[in-house]
């Protein structure tokens, strides 16, 4: 069975300050790779995903991340934190197929000081 | 925008009540998901169900049950409520094309 690991619980940065996020996962396929962001008390959001080619993957609100296989991680990046950014980050992983049952990390809160 | 509405943004039950979660996707989605989730544990999935009338248990699914009479909603029943099951629970749909969509959640509170 798949699963994943986020060792940060919590993480704090300045605002424009840069940020990685780790993520670790377990799967013995190829993996099908999200981060989602969740605002206080909402619902969670899709930041970006990974299913294959181009290792550096793009996502919404300037978020980009890198999936190694060798290292079977799946960090996200930005380069310059804004305090709207404040929020909890998750990682999952799916089966193959992508979008059936996926696999969350226990999540990374992140707080941003001015 | 895909749209996953759920009924309630806040309960409060007592402990034995049968309580029903509602969640309603108006897009079409195949694949309808019920999470619940609780601080430093992260979203566990309880049911999911891939078509009509269809289910299959996640990773904790005791103490619950799911129906799916059709496509857009699908119905998170709790038989008889324990303070235990106090959470918050996000319903999620998908399809092969567009990925996950939550639900703004509902947290649940059992006294």
């Known amino acids: 069975a798949q699963s994943v690991t986020q060792p940060d619980i919590h993480i704090t940065v300045s605002e424009g300050a840069s940020l990685e996020l780790r993520c670790n996962y377990s799967?013995?396929?190829?993996?099908?790779l999200f981060w989602y962001v969740q605002s206080p008390g909402q619902g969670l959001q899709l930041l970006l995903k990974y299913f294959s080619g181009d290792t550096l993957v793009q996502g919404i609100k300037g978020f980009e991340a890198e999936f190694k296989r060798s290292q079977s991680s799946f960090n996200l990046r930005k380069p310059s934190v804004h305090w709207s950014d404040a929020a909890e980050y998750f990682c999952?992983?799916?089966?193959?197929?992508?979008?059936?049952?996926?696999?969350f990390g226990t999540g990374t809160k992140l707080q941003v000081i001015p | 925008d895909v749209k996953v509405t759920q009924s309630s943004r806040y309960l409060v039950k007592r402990t034995g009540e049968k309580v029903f979660l509602e969640c309603v996707q108006d897009m079409d989605h195949e694949n309808m998901f019920w999470y619940r989730q609780d601080p430093g544990l992260g979203l566990r999935l309880i049911y999911f169900s891939y078509d009509v009338k269809m289910k299959e248990k996640g990773d904790i699914p005791e103490g619950y049950s799911v129906s799916r009479e059709k496509k857009e909603r699908f119905s998170l029943i709790l038989e008889s409520a324990s303070t235990n099951q106090t959470s918050m629970y996000l319903c999620?749909?998908?399809?092969?094309?567009?990925?996950?969509?939550f639900g703004s959640g509902t947290r649940l509170t059992v006294v």
């Open positions: 999952a992983v799916g089966l193959s197929g992508g979008y059936q049952k996926v696999t």
């Open positions: 799967y013995g396929a190829t993996p099908y």
């Open positions: 999620a749909s998908s399809s092969a094309s567009y990925g996950y969509t």
